[in-house]
């Protein structure tokens, strides 16, 4: 697949609503394949969202198919949503894709579900530090036994996966013996061919395609988004502030650090009495 094609598909899942109602569009070029994945792959591994302290507990963001809880009890609720989902609910979203193909040899792109951030974890965090080159390997062979015309039929080229986290936490070098930090994932040649969507890509290789960190807070489709920007827009605002951004935890000084210590300390001018999630 090219990164141009990709581009495409980035722009399509994300940017407009991705269970698009007009089903009448021409799927030509756009058909994907789900590929099936035994559940140790995806699912199996959300049973260990509190496996791993040292990273976070995400258990709670578990529901509505990983968009997370609702913040309401009503129908509108917008919802609290945890990053490290994005693998879930991406999943979860492109069966309402409408250019799905069951036979794989129709089919312009194949889509792996494999929660890659979420088997990470336990490289990342996990009794697995030191054998962080091995990650994806499981699923490489699997590829390549399981009805392995699949891949074969373009060597991979046509496969792509979602991965939640930034690519520093995948590109160690096989050389740094013990690990420093991150699994070697995007470093395998096995995963040379494999396009990724992962936020923070790095800037070289077009294997990593970047796409946006889901929001904390956000509703559940376009349209409701749509009628907030509207009630939005059309309100009195007087003053206006946004800032995005976590983090900024080094030790020497820098702009995320101070708006959001800013945040935190000045509660006197009721301007922002706290660090909101936006
Ligand atoms: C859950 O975490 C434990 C401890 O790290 C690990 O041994 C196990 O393989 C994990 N299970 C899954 C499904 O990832
Ligand atoms: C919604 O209602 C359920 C059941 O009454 C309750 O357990 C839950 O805390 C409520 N959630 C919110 C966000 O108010
Ligand atoms: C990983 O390797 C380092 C250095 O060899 C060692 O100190 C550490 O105990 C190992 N960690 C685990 C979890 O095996
Ligand atoms: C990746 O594609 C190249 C051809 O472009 C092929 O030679 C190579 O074997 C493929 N890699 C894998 C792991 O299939
Ligand atoms: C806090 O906000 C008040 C009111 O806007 C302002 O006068 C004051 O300088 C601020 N203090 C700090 C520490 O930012």
């Known amino acids: 697949m090219s990164s141009k094609s990709i581009n495409i598909f980035i722009f399509l899942l994300f940017l407009i ?48 198919h990983g968009l997370g809880p609702k913040t309401h009890n009503h129908s509108l609720s917008w919802y609290r949503t945890d990053p490290i989902l994005l693998e879930q609910f991406f999943h979860r979203r492109i069966l309402e894709y409408p250019c799905l193909t069951q036979d794989p040899t129709l089919a312009n792109a194949i889509y792996l579900p494999y929660y890659t951030a979420l088997d990470a974890l336990k490289y990342l965090y996990g009794p697995e530090v030191n054998s962080s080159n091995q990650h994806g390997l499981e699923l490489y062979n699997f590829l390549r036994k399981d009805v392995p015309h699949i891949w074969d039929r373009h060597a991979g080229h046509d496969h792509f996966l979602v991965i939640s986290r930034p690519a520093w936490d995948f590109s160690q ?3 740094n013996d013990p690990p420093v930090w991150g699994t070697s ?16 890509g790095r800037a070289w290789g077009w294997q990593e ?28 605002r007087n003053s206006l502030m946004l800032f995005a951004g976590g983090g900024g935890v080094a030790a020497t000084p820098n702009i995320r650090r ?20 936006i």
């Open 17 to 64: 609503r991705l269970a698009s109602s007009d089903r009448t569009s021409d799927c030509s070029n756009r058909w994907i394949y789900i590929r099936p994945l035994p559940s140790r792959f995806n699912f199996d591994l959300l049973s260990n969202c509190s496996a791993y302290p040292l990273f976070d507990d995400f258990c709670s963001y578990l529901p509505n």
């Open 185 to 200: 994932f995007l470093e395998l040649a096995e995963f040379y061919n494999v396009t990724s969507l992962i936020p923070e």
């Open 258 to 277: 101070s708006i959001r210590n800013e945040c935190e300390d000045n509660t006197s001018g009721g301007y922002a009495d706290k660090e909101v999630n």
């Open 209 to 236: 395609q970047a796409v946006p960190y889901p929001t904390s807070y956000h509703p559940s489709n376009s349209v409701v988004l749509g009628s907030w920007l509207k009630r939005v827009r059309n309100s009195r």
């Open 173 to 175: 070098p096989f050389t």
